[in-house]
């Protein structure tokens, strides 16, 4: 392995790591049990844990870093959504009327692990901010 392949991969497992605590953080406050974490991350049960120790060991796919990707984005809507930190935190767990979500919360859509849940809940909850899709 070259010295540029090792540097790369090193800063891929630096993004990962910080990526990865700063996703754990939202998960947390949004209120999700270890089984949706693994789920909307696509991680299995002896990574998550090995993880939460030590997010950065993790080795994450492309597919896991553009969702921790669309996590960080949808929680940073979320900011400029609500000036109140519970209902930044609270709203991924509300039930939700709108078509999409068909009263279910947007965090019981993204729990399906999909990805094309994870930016369907991203881009309407963008909209809600005056995102242009």
Same mark, same amino acid.
């Given at each position: 392995?070259?010295?540029?392949?090792?540097?790369?991969?090193?800063?891929?497992?630096?993004?990962?790591?910080?990526?990865?605590?700063?996703?754990?953080?939202?998960?947390?406050?949004?209120?999700?049990? /270890?089984?949706? $974490?693994?789920?909307?991350?696509?991680?299995?049960?002896?990574?998550? #844990?090995?993880?939460? @120790?030590? *997010?950065?060991?993790?080795?994450?796919?492309?597919?896991?870093?553009?969702?921790?990707?669309?996590?960080?984005?949808?929680?940073?809507?979320?900011?400029?959504?609500?000036?109140? /930190?519970?209902? $930044?935190?609270?709203?991924?767990?509300?039930?939700?009327?709108?078509? #999409?979500?068909?009263? @279910?919360? *947007?965090?019981?859509?993204?729990?399906?692990?999909?990805?094309?849940?994870?930016?369907?809940?991203?881009?309407?909850?963008?909209?809600?901010?005056?995102?242009?899709?």
């Amino acid at each position: 392995m070259s010295n540029a392949q090792k540097l790369a991969t090193v800063q891929k497992n630096n993004v990962s790591g910080v990526g990865l605590k700063t996703v754990f953080n939202i998960l947390d406050r949004w209120g999700c049990t /270890p089984e949706q $974490v693994q789920k909307i991350l696509q991680i299995s049960r002896p990574a998550y #844990y090995k993880y939460r @120790k030590a *997010p950065e060991q993790a080795s994450l796919t492309h597919d896991q870093i553009e969702r921790l990707s669309y996590l960080v984005n949808i929680h940073g809507c979320l900011r400029m959504i609500f000036e109140n /930190p519970k209902n $930044v935190y609270g709203f991924m767990a509300l039930k939700n009327d709108n078509p #999409y979500f068909n009263g @279910k919360s *947007p965090l019981e859509i993204i729990s399906t692990g999909q990805f094309a849940a994870l930016y369907e809940t991203f881009r309407r909850i963008d909209v809600l901010r005056g995102g242009l899709w």
